[in-house]
């Protein structure tokens, strides 16, 4: 099955400053890889994805960039705010015709320092 | 606004209970999914549904079975509750496009002592 590993485990930056999360996949069959930011207390949310056709995608601060070759996708928030604090996860699977759930990474906890 | 909402944001139960954790989503969608999150592990799938009366397992299926009578509504099973099983229980629901958003509830924080 797919395999998603996903650093750092923790990011601590500057508010204003740039962060950058990366992750890896397994399995050169996967086609579809959303990110989800995970707030207290509260379920994940989509904030961005992209599709294996796809090279990047931007979204106002947030971009996800995809190497099929190297299997490997990041995500880059600019002008990092209080409010992007959060866990955020990476994702990735399969879409063959049928349903099938997210093999998520473990998660980055992202701190914006004042 | 569309939702997922899960039955209870906490319980605490006995080893041995027979436990019920439901999802109930208003979007009419096909997919449903639950998930186990704990840290340092992220969130691992237990079981999806495509349809009505449909199971697959996921990755950890073990020690879990679900119920799906309804679109709507997708219930997962603890048939004897362990204490390795206290974890935060996230169900999910999407369109029948595997390529869609998946939509989130808030978490059941269960906790069997």
């Known amino acids: 099955g797919e395999n998603v590993e996903q650093h750092p485990s923790t990011l601590s930056v500057q508010e204003g400053d740039s962060a950058v999360i990366k992750c890896t996949y397994s399995?050169?069959?996967?086609?579809?890889f959303p990110w989800y930011k995970q707030e207290l207390g509260k379920g994940p949310q989509l904030i961005i994805d992209i599709r294996s056709n796809v090279g990047e995608k931007k979204d106002q601060r947030i971009a996800v960039t995809l190497n099929k070759t190297a299997k490997h996708f990041s995500l880059h928030i600019t002008e990092t705010q209080p409010e992007d604090s959060a866990v955020y996860f990476c994702?990735?699977?399969?879409?063959?015709?049928?349903?099938?759930?997210?093999?998520f990474g473990k998660g980055t906890h992202l701190i914006i320092q004042p | 606004d569309v939702k997922v909402t899960q039955s209870s944001r906490y319980l605490v139960k006995r080893t041995g209970e027979k436990v019920f954790l439901e999802c109930v989503q208003d979007m009419d969608h096909e997919n449903m999914f639950w998930y186990r999150q704990d840290p340092g592990l992220g969130l691992r799938l237990i079981y999806f549904s495509y349809d009505v009366k449909m199971k697959e397992k996921g990755d950890i299926p073990e020690g879990y079975s679900v119920s799906r009578e309804k679109k709507e509504r997708f219930s997962l099973i603890l048939e004897s509750a362990s204490t390795n099983q206290t974890s935060m229980y996230l169900c999910a629901s999407s369109l029948a496009d595997t390529h869609t958003e998946a939509f989130f509830g808030q978490g059941t924080r269960l906790t069997v002592v």
């Open positions: 399995d050169s069959a996967s086609n579809y």
């Open positions: 994702a990735a699977v399969y879409s063959g015709g049928g349903a099938d759930g997210l093999t």
